[in-house]
């Protein structure tokens, strides 16, 4: 089934369009979630109500991106409301994010999701936003509320934080 008919098929409210729908982004949107809000629980109620949206918000998708790229904005945007009134972003040395953040090896992705996972929420959520899904600052500070220059200082202080985790849980120094 192309992409098209699923998008019809769901706004026709077809169970079983909707059903494959679900279970094509499910994984993806739920390890969304999970990334940005750092709890199962969370990213469970994210996943809900975002497919709920989704389902309820189709008929107003313009095929203009891809469905996945359109069902991951409602993921993100459900996500940063769960915790947007509780995340601090500290003000940070802006000049330092100019500077590059160099990894001397390759390390395990469950590390790295482990490592992630401890990080403060701002820290966590830019580079979530930046680093895996790929946005640029200016729409990381739109969807945050915050300035482009909070957006850089986060990516940067939070990978340096994010480094020193690795290496203590790797058991290796920085």
């Known amino acids: 089934m192309t992409e098209a008919e699923l998008v019809k098929g769901c706004i026709s409210k077809n169970r079983e369009c909707q059903k494959l729908l679900y279970e094509k982004y499910k994984t993806a949107m739920f390890t969304l979630a999970y990334r940005l809000c750092g709890d199962f629980s969370e990213a ?3 996943l809900q109500e975002a497919f709920l949206e989704v389902f309820s918000g189709i008929k107003n998708f313009q095929m203009k991106s891809t469905l996945g790229a359109w069902i991951k904005v409602i993921v993100s945007r459900k996500a940063i409301g769960k915790y947007r009134n509780r995340v601090i972003f500290d003000h940070l040395d802006s000049k330092a994010a100019e500077r590059e953040i160099v990894w001397d090896k390759q390390y395990d992705g469950e590390l790295l999701q482990k490592a992630l996972l401890m ?26 509320g915050i300035a482009v220059g909070t957006s850089k200082s986060q990516l940067y202080h939070g990978k340096k934080k994010l480094k020193e985790l690795v290496l203590k849980l790797d058991g290796t120094q920085g």
């Not at 830019?126 to 990381?140: A, S, T």
Request: aromatic share 10%; net charge negative; glycine share 6%.
């Open 44 to 46: 469970e109620d994210v």
């Open 119 to 144: 990080l403060p929420e701002g820290f966590r959520t830019v580079i979530v936003l930046y680093e895996i899904e790929g946005y640029k600052h200016h729409e990381i500070s739109e969807m945050l």
